[in-house]
């Protein structure tokens, strides 16, 4: 309620708002004004601050927006072999533009002002996307097979001080051959002559197939190492864009 000349209304009729604070209360004097002459009329400008109230937002929205892009950060963990790499970060995603959408929902449109944590969703929508790519690029690597050689920089990082850095051990020789895989038999071969010539390429054969098969099992373990070690790699890079991003976002919001 406004009375006489005074620079601010009172607040006798006004009922708190579930949305919005009232910050201030200015009012400007009554002005006098014609129209066309014929007749006077008053006017009275009311500005008043109003701030949106930010506890729906922060657990609806924000706290589950940002635990949904830590949660990603477990596609890297998630082992190959389990086959729900993909899956899990394809549902973080739509989960994440769902948020998106509600908050589009419940924010009035407009090109002008884009509220921050509709930045943050985005950012965290582009995020969980890109992990999307390298979680498709590892899978690809883990399953090259032994037919093709592990390039040699990437020996060099899988025999670097990075793998004891990033909680990962050193690949296994898989290119060792027991004795019974030498000789099945060995009586039988004490019982032949040192010149039966067919045993010894019977035994040749044997060993190149033993050495061919552990030659092909070490390059498969090369590619799942390297594959476990990219995945490590873009942990370590997804967590340190996620916590930046993170911190930005609640340094100016806070600021604001």
Avoid at 89 to 109: E, K, Y
Avoid at 140 to 150: K, M, T
Avoid at 184 to 199: E, I, L, M, Q, V
């Amino acid at each position: 309620m406004f009375y006489g000349s005074s620079s601010e209304f009172t607040l006798d009729f006004y009922e708190p708002s579930d949305q919005w604070d009232l910050l201030g209360r200015p009012v400007i004097a009554p002005m006098e004004r014609s129209f066309k002459g014929i007749w006077d009329y008053s006017v009275v400008e009311v500005t008043m601050t109003l701030a949106r109230r930010p506890e729906f937002f922060l657990y609806v929205i924000m706290v589950p927006t940002i635990l949904l892009v830590f949660l990603s950060a477990l596609t890297f963990l998630l082992p190959v072999e389990s086959g729900e790499k993909v899956s899990l970060a394809i549902t973080i995603l739509l989960s994440q533009i769902v948020g998106l959408v509600v908050l589009s929902d419940i924010l009035p449109p407009s090109s002008q002002y884009f509220p921050m944590l509709g930045y943050y969703v985005i950012y965290s929508v582009i995020l969980i996307s890109v992990s999307i790519v390298a979680t498709v690029i590892v899978i690809n690597l883990h399953y090259v097979g032994p037919h093709q050689s592990v390039p040699r920089f990437a020996r060099r990082l899988m025999t670097s001080q990075l793998m004891p850095l990033l909680l990962l051990s050193p690949i296994r020789d898989h290119a060792k051959i027991t004795p019974a895989e030498e000789d099945d038999n060995p009586g039988d071969d004490k019982a032949g002559s040192a010149g039966n010539t067919t045993a010894a390429e019977e035994l040749s054969d044997r060993l190149s197939e033993i050495c061919s098969r552990s030659a092909g099992e070490k390059r498969i373990a090369e590619w799942q190492q390297l594959a476990c070690l990219i995945d490590r790699l873009l942990l370590v890079c997804f967590l340190t864009a996620s916590i930046i991003g993170t911190l930005v976002f609640l340094v100016k919001l806070f600021n604001h």
